[in-house]
């Protein structure tokens, strides 16, 4: 019913800056929050940065000052601006949303398929 589509990922030298995004498409009546997740190697899904409907931002403090994340309601995309990554930043990337898909219908959690991001010179 609803995909989300990121794009963005890439190998970058410490220091350097990416930009994810991810565009939501399908069946659709109103969105929720919206965020970012990374998992790297051997290690568990974590929450990287969200936004809700109203614009109230959370980062995991790792990535404070320096990853922002941006929406743009009209066209059901969200973004991740990252600067000054390291090579802890390393990890599959992924795009959450929290979706009514009709006026009646609860909230249902969707993910996209993951964007790598590789840091490492």
């Known amino acids: 019913q609803v995909q989300l589509v990121e794009s963005g990922g890439g190998l970058v030298q410490p220091g350097g800056s990416l930009r994810l995004s991810c565009a939501a498409s399908g069946t659709i009546f109103s969105i929720n929050a919206m965020g970012w997740y990374r998992q790297a190697p051997g290690k568990q899904r974590e929450l990287v940065a969200t936004i809700t409907s109203g614009g109230s931002t959370n980062y995991v403090g790792s990535v404070k000052g320096r990853f922002t994340i941006s929406r743009d309601s009209a066209k059901n995309t969200v973004a991740l601006q990252m600067n000054s990554l390291k090579p802890e930043d390393t990890a599959v990337y992924y795009c959450?949303?929290?979706?009514?898909?009709?006026?009646?219908?609860?909230?249902?959690?969707?993910w996209g398929q993951g964007t790598q991001v590789t840091v490492s010179s």
């Open positions: 959450n949303a929290e979706i009514k898909n009709r006026p009646w219908t609860t909230l249902t959690n969707y």
